[in-house]
């Protein structure tokens, strides 16, 4: 199990996630957590021969269901069916999970719809997609679920030390405050000597915390330790540059997958939220 599987298997769970990398990996993945959460034998789930993990590795456990582009897209119609199914209890299982594949061809009428239920999560009940890249999903469905990215083979430990999470939250709080000498900022991040992905990918979990605290969100907060810093940035920025900053953060994460300059991605990334805020 690599680290970034030991991060989503041992952390609270939440209502939504996107899984990031190959299909067949991240349903894997999918399917696994599914079957974890739902184990009768807690104490080593998951076990794999108890009746729910046999289920949902038959796929005829009728709590876990996966949803599949209907022709190029996935569309509204199946979005409100997911909707109308988690409004239940689940039959069998401890947690409803439904898996979205492919999920970047969602329509953004469906993303419309998935929101709402992002936006007020039903107990119980649990969002998974599935994706090769975050481009074509929706800022504010982004920000309303945690992500694990799968890409790489050995992944990420999305669990940086307290102090680079502590200066990293400092520099996004400095850009809302207009106070931010970005040479400055860029030679800090680079001097904590971590890979660039898992860098972007935290200052994204802020973004979406920020998020949940200005929609008054009952979705939980990701990154506690920072709660001071995401009201700071929550109380000054609109919702309209909450979103623009997630958006350019992400479009940084791809500039980074595809071996982008580092250098140039702090510039344009601090830049690109000076911008907005």
Known sequence: MNSNDKSLFSEAISHAYIFLGPEEVAAEKALFFARKINCENTDFAPCGYCNSCRKILNKTNPDVFEIFPDGASIKIEQVRNVIASFSKR????????????????????????????????????????????????????????????????????????????????GILKSISCEKLDVYKAVSVIEDTDKNAEEILEFILSLYRDVMVVKTKSKIDIVNNRQIDEINSIAAVVDLAGIINAIQITISQIKAAKGRGNVNLIWHNLLLGLMEVM
């Open 90 to 169: 689940p039959t069998e299982a401890i947690y409803r999970v439904c898996i979205f594949h492919l999920s970047q061809k969602m329509t953004l009428q469906a993303q419309n719809a998935l929101l709402k239920t992002l936006e007020e999560p039903i107990t119980n009940s649990i969002a998974i997609l599935l994706a090769d890249n975050t481009e074509h999903l929706l800022p504010t469905v982004v920000s309303r679920c945690q992500i694990y990215d799968f890409v790489s083979s050995g992944g990420f430990e999305h669990q940086l030390e307290p102090e680079v999470r502590k200066k990293l939250a």
